[in-house]
């Protein structure tokens, strides 16, 4: 079955955590699903990612090539992000041993790209002209790490997910709140339902 590609599936704040978001359930061995084992889901979360994502990419479309070469470059950059932010996030530090995969695998996406970006007047090129979604997610890792981006990364105590912190006081705790605060807080009023239950029973 397709996957539907909306606005809470991009809650990662930034295209490289929505993408290691794609892993479902990270941690939970006997749950955990990938949404790219069907890799024309990549294709179609690209396309997504144009509607979801259009400052970071300037209003360009991202284009993913469907082979086999193009999707192990998505996965390699996926995994290895996803291993360096998140015990980032545990650790308040950037692990050196887990820098070089990331940097080995944004070049991978990077290689053979003959693109322009960081212009004053065009930061993410031509928004008229197509963008490999490989590229796109290259420059996304990278960008995340060149200041202190990946300070404000965070991990959602209800999927797991990765995201980016940009609220204010920096006390944002879900990924998206409509979704997975919400599941929260239906949870936490059934245990408390039932424990009334009991109590009076």
Not at 39 to 64: D, H, K, Q, W, Y
Request: proline residues 3%; glycine residues 8%.
């Amino acid at each position: 079955m397709a996957v539907l590609w909306n606005k809470h599936r991009f809650s990662g704040g930034v295209l490289v955590l929505d993408t290691t978001n794609t892993l479902v359930l990270r941690g939970h061995a006997d749950r955990s699903f990938d949404r790219f084992e069907d890799r024309a889901e990549i294709s179609r979360f690209a396309e997504a990612a144009r509607t979801f994502r259009p400052a970071e990419l300037g209003g360009r479309a991202p284009v993913f090539e469907n082979s086999e070469a193009a999707a192990g470059r998505v996965i390699a950059l996926r995994e290895a992000a996803d291993r360096l932010f998140r015990q980032a996030v545990l650790s308040g530090q950037l692990d050196t041993a887990l820098l070089p995969a990331v940097l080995r695998a944004a070049a991978s996406c990077l290689d053979g790209a003959s693109e322009m970006v960081g212009g004053a007047e065009r930061p993410y090129g031509d928004p008229a002209t197509p963008l490999r979604f490989e590229t796109a997610l290259g420059v996304s890792a990278l960008s995340l790490l060149s200041g202190n981006e990946w300070r404000k990364i965070r991990i959602c105590p209800n999927c797991n997910w990765l995201f980016v912190d940009r609220s204010r006081n920096a006390s944002r705790l879900w990924c998206d709140m409509a979704v997975c605060g919400n599941r929260h807080k239906a949870r936490r009023h059934y245990e408390r339902s039932k424990a009334t239950e009991v109590s009076h029973g």
